[in-house]
T-cell receptor, first 112, second 115 residues
């Protein structure tokens, strides 16, 4: 049972570099989410996709873009990484947008 | 005032103790309530989900919701060292169409259960 799989698990970038965080779920869920988790700030929603073909901004979308590639996959892209984007990024999915979310184990991203 | 608040802890208890974890919220629009457990370097894992006042039990875990006082509790009976983790409270509201309109997370309470 893979559930929600995130790649990579760790990444170090230099300021200004770009990268894409990948997320895939095998639970046939319609809704998918990207969060960041920072000490003292908790989980904050970056973007979400209520269903295939739709994406919406969350609480902290600036500096990020997303793509819902298909029902299984939802990627998060940093076009020009900044040190303030150093964080742990979690992808989650749910059956529908009003059901509990299931999380992956995160990507730890450091930007120097 | 944050919309969802938890005591950060750490809370340290001996193995076998009954643990009480608490969460308060300020927005009366919240309609559903969840508890997640997060182990170090792992993603949050859903423990309990409820949308009504009262108690909901699942094994050693009981979630208690009091909407009148905006107070949520998670009780863990016969606590084990494997329960050592951070416990996150999350509260949400639906819109008129039943879609998730708002989901707010607490910062979590760190629990250590000592053998």
């Amino acid at each position: 049972n893979a559930g929600v799989t995130q790649t990579p698990k760790f990444q170090v970038l230099k300021t200004g570099q770009s990268m894409t965080l990948q997320c895939a779920q095998d639970m046939n869920h319609n809704s998918m989410y990207w969060y960041r988790q920072d000490p003292g700030m908790g989980l904050r929603l970056i973007y979400y996709s209520a269903s295939e073909g739709t994406t919406d901004k969350g609480e902290v979308p600036n500096g990020y873009n997303v793509s819902r590639l298909n029902k299984r996959e939802f990627s998060l892209r940093l076009e020009s990484a900044a040190p303030s984007q150093t964080s742990v990024y979690f992808c989650a999915s749910s059956t529908t947008s009003n059901q509990p979310q299931h999380f992956g184990d995160g990507t730890r991203l450091s930007i120097l | 005032q944050k919309e969802v608040e938890q005591d950060p802890g750490p809370l340290s208890v001996p193995e076998g103790a009954i643990v009480s974890l608490n969460c308060t919220y300020s927005n009366s629009a919240f309609q559903y309530f969840m508890w997640y457990r997060q182990y170090s370097r792992k993603g949050p894992e859903l423990l309990m989900y409820t949308y009504s006042s009262g108690n909901k039990e699942d094994g050693r875990f009981t979630a208690q919701v009091d909407k009148s006082s905006k107070y949520i509790s998670l009780f863990i009976r016969d606590s084990q060292p494997s329960d050592s983790a951070t416990y996150l409270c999350a509260n949400g509201a639906w819109d008129y169409a039943g879609n998730n309109r708002k989901l707010i997370w607490g910062l979590g309470t760190s629990l250590a259960v000592n053998p």
